[in-house]
């Protein structure tokens, strides 16, 4: 039976394109462009053809090529003319819908695409992914050398850039954490700003240790969760000590006045000279010098001593300074055959000498002759 009346424009379904016409008076054939601009085509012997939505009999239509229908009988004005082609062409299993649809196995396309892109936009290859499901982004190789971003899964993140920073992190409207770290899902430290151009790293929660570095200071502070603390974290501990500390300035210990402000600590060996000397072994000096004042100890060894002058020790490491220019050092001479009768000495202002004195005298003593020997030890105040 017949389909009676006006089908809806444009009905397409699988392997079924349709065209349609308003015919004007008296017109026979119908090609080209449709009322809808959609140029006729057709395999002769597959199509339709309706009038009014009255489906034609073949005898009532004649077809020229491909592309033109001519009707037996002319149309009159308005009439709608619809001519349906069959694309058997297209396999049933093959068919491809416009929207939805599943593909069920895989699919392999034989073509070109004009696009290298995501988009029809691009103009350049965006993102490729490998056989490995390695995801690349501005980049086709996983080099560690060849800028790009690869995205490994579960196995990490690659960035490389040529002359810039890989990653840029900007944290906007206020401080705190730029960005965090976990182990297992616990926090294990994180990276923050503090007073706007202040960076500080903190290890664990905000009750761990962490450090400041002050943005137009000259300072490295500690601090927890970017607020600095006083007098609360150590640097090293009892059984997990640093190995040397380099210092061009000095250290400030148990106070922040002069009187804490050590800016030396140094040890070494010296020798020394004897007056009325001529030969013998050579003697054997050692001291230790923290901040301004200096620990000492020598002693001669066995000396020829072969005239009886002042007893004078020349030599000490440092030259000795007051800091009211009055006071003098004094010594202690132990083991003493050198100055017989000095068991006391003294270091004189702007000198490195010692001078050996009697019991309960100020006045230098004199050396005895022959095979001598002395020992001594003190501190003095040096620059």
Same mark, same amino acid.
């Given at each position: 039976?017949?389909?009676?009346?006006?089908?809806?424009?444009?009905?397409?379904?699988?392997?079924?394109?349709?065209?349609?016409?308003?015919?004007? %008076?008296?017109?026979? *054939?119908?090609?080209?462009?449709?009322?809808?601009? /959609?140029?006729?085509?057709?395999? =002769?012997? %597959?199509?339709?053809?309706?009038?009014?939505?009255? $489906?034609?009999?073949?005898?009532?239509?004649?077809?020229?090529?491909?592309?033109?229908?001519?009707?037996?009988?002319?149309?009159?004005?308005?009439?709608?003319?619809?001519?349906?082609?069959?694309?058997?062409?297209?396999?049933?299993?093959?068919?491809?819908?416009?929207?939805?649809?599943?593909?069920?196995?895989?699919?392999?396309?034989?073509?070109?695409?004009?696009? /290298?892109?995501? &988009?029809?936009?691009?103009?350049?290859?965006?993102?490729?992914?490998?056989?490995?499901?390695? =995801?690349?982004?501005?980049?086709?190789?996983?080099?560690?050398?060849?800028?790009?971003?690869?995205?490994?899964?579960?196995?990490?993140? %690659?960035?490389?850039?040529?002359?810039?920073?890989?990653?840029? $992190?900007?944290?906007?409207?206020? &401080?705190?954490?730029?960005?965090?770290?976990?182990? &297992?899902?616990?926090?294990?430290?994180?990276?923050?700003?503090?007073?706007?151009?202040?960076?500080?790293?903190?290890?664990?929660?905000?009750?761990?240790?962490?450090? $400041?570095?002050?943005?137009?200071?000259?300072?490295?502070?500690?601090?927890?969760?970017?607020?600095?603390?006083?007098?609360?974290? &150590?640097?090293?501990?009892?059984?997990?000590?640093?190995?040397?500390?380099?210092?061009?300035?000095?250290?400030?210990?148990?106070?922040?006045? *002069?009187?804490?402000?050590?800016?030396?600590?140094e040890t070494g060996t010296f020798q020394m000279t004897m007056t009325g000397k001529?030969?013998?072994?050579?003697?054997?000096?050692?001291?230790?010098?923290?901040?301004?004042?200096?620990?000492?100890?020598?002693?001669?060894?066995? %000396?020829?001593?072969?005239?009886?002058?002042?007893?004078?020790?020349?030599?000490?490491?440092?030259?000795?300074?007051?800091?009211?220019?009055?006071?003098?050092?004094?010594?202690?001479?132990?083991?003493?055959?050198?100055?017989?009768?000095?068991?006391?000495?003294?270091?004189?202002?702007? @000198?490195?000498?010692?001078?050996?004195?009697?019991?309960?005298?100020?006045?230098?003593?004199? @050396?005895? @002759?022959?095979?001598?020997?002395?020992?001594?030890?003190?501190?003095?105040? =040096?620059?």
């Amino acid at each position: 039976m017949s389909y009676i009346g006006t089908e809806p424009k444009d009905i397409r379904s699988f392997g079924r394109t349709k065209f349609d016409y308003t015919a004007t %008076q008296g017109q026979t *054939a119908f090609t080209g462009a449709d009322d809808d601009g /959609k140029v006729l085509a057709f395999t =002769v012997g %597959q199509i339709e053809v309706y009038v009014n939505g009255i $489906l034609m009999d073949d005898s009532d239509f004649t077809t020229t090529g491909t592309g033109t229908v001519t009707l037996a009988s002319a149309a009159n004005l308005n009439d709608v003319v619809n001519v349906v082609s069959f694309e058997t062409n297209i396999p049933d299993s093959n068919y491809i819908p416009a929207t939805g649809g599943t593909f069920t196995g895989a699919v392999t396309h034989t073509g070109s695409f004009t696009s /290298k892109g995501i &988009d029809d936009n691009a103009d350049a290859t965006a993102i490729t992914i490998d056989s490995s499901e390695n =995801v690349m982004v501005g980049t086709t190789s996983t080099s560690f050398s060849t800028a790009g971003t690869v995205l490994y899964g579960a196995n990490g993140t %690659q960035m490389v850039r040529s002359g810039q920073p890989p990653l840029n $992190l900007n944290r906007t409207s206020s &401080d705190g954490n730029i960005t965090e770290f976990y182990k &297992d899902g616990t926090s294990v430290g994180s990276i923050g700003s503090e007073g706007g151009d202040a960076l500080y790293i903190q290890s664990g929660t905000t009750s761990g240790t962490g450090l $400041l570095f002050t943005g137009n200071g000259t300072a490295i502070r500690p601090a927890r969760n970017g607020v600095t603390v006083h007098n609360t974290l &150590d640097l090293g501990s009892d059984t997990r000590s640093f190995k040397d500390l380099y210092l061009s300035g000095g250290a400030y210990i148990g106070g922040t006045g *002069a009187a804490n402000h050590l800016d030396d600590y140094e040890t070494g060996t010296f020798q020394m000279t004897m007056t009325g000397k001529t030969g013998g072994a050579v003697g054997h000096g050692q001291y230790v010098k923290i901040g301004n004042i200096c620990h000492f100890s020598w002693y001669s060894a066995t %000396q020829s001593i072969t005239s009886s002058v002042a007893g004078v020790l020349g030599g000490l490491p440092f030259t000795h300074i007051s800091p009211n220019n009055s006071a003098y050092a004094a010594v202690t001479l132990a083991h003493n055959t050198w100055v017989s009768n000095a068991s006391t000495g003294y270091i004189n202002i702007g @000198t490195n000498s010692i001078y050996p004195t009697a019991n309960n005298s100020s006045t230098a003593s004199n @050396t005895s @002759t022959g095979s001598k020997y002395v020992m001594c030890s003190g501190s003095y105040t =040096v620059g």
